[in-house]
């Protein structure tokens, strides 16, 4: 959680030429780091975030992370039912910020270590609710020294994956020479 860097952002922006200042470009982004559960849900059931992205004419919203709110509020096992409704109500409010802000949304970070599966597995952190809401997933992988991204999880794209490198640019194909770490 708290991993979105406005400066990073900018970085790339840069290095992948956007057009005009790097603040133009941030100001059309919203991100929203909620402390808790009912927090999160105010601000999107409440309006403070599609206004936010009407106002900004945001293409991005990052909400980093749903995770978090969850995990501070939903804490004990007696609490599923009420985590999944909860879950299923951000969805659905996330959903439809998107479409009236016509902007993507991105929610960050939400895997948990799969120690039933081999080594370096992740699997969906927040249970059958979140994984059936999300539209698209897109998993990034470092394992073995290898970085890998791949689509997890779309109604538009196959499964699919390749190699990456971090770069000035962001993510480049891991080929492409772009100065990866």
């Known amino acids: 959680e708290q991993t979105f860097r406005p400066r990073r952002f900018w970085q790339i922006a840069e290095a992948r030429g956007a057009p005009g200042p790097a603040e133009t470009l941030l100001t059309r982004v919203s991100v ?45 096992r007696g609490d599923l039912a009420d985590r999944q409704r909860f879950l ?16 993507a949304v991105v929610c960050t970070n939400h895997v948990m270590a799969d120690f039933a599966g081999d080594g370096d597995a992740v699997t969906p952190a927040l249970g059958l609710t979140w994984h059936h809401a999300v539209n698209e997933r897109v998993v990034l992988d470092h394992a073995g020294g290898t970085r890998r991204a791949r689509v997890a999880k779309s109604p538009s794209a196959a499964d699919a994956g390749f190699a990456y490198a971090v770069a000035a640019a962001g993510l480049v194909a891991a080929d492409d020479g772009g100065g990866g770490e």
């Not at 299923?88 to 902007?103: D, F, G």
């Open 88 to 103: 299923a109500r951000v969805a659905t409010s996330l959903k439809r910020v998107a479409t009236e802000a016509s902007a």
């Open 32 to 76: 929203l780091r909620p402390r808790g559960g009912e927090e999160l849900l105010q601000c999107l059931e409440g309006g403070d975030l599609l206004a936010r992205a009407l106002e900004r004419r945001a293409a991005l919203i990052v909400v980093d992370s749903v995770a978090a709110a969850a995990r501070g509020d939903f804490a004990r």
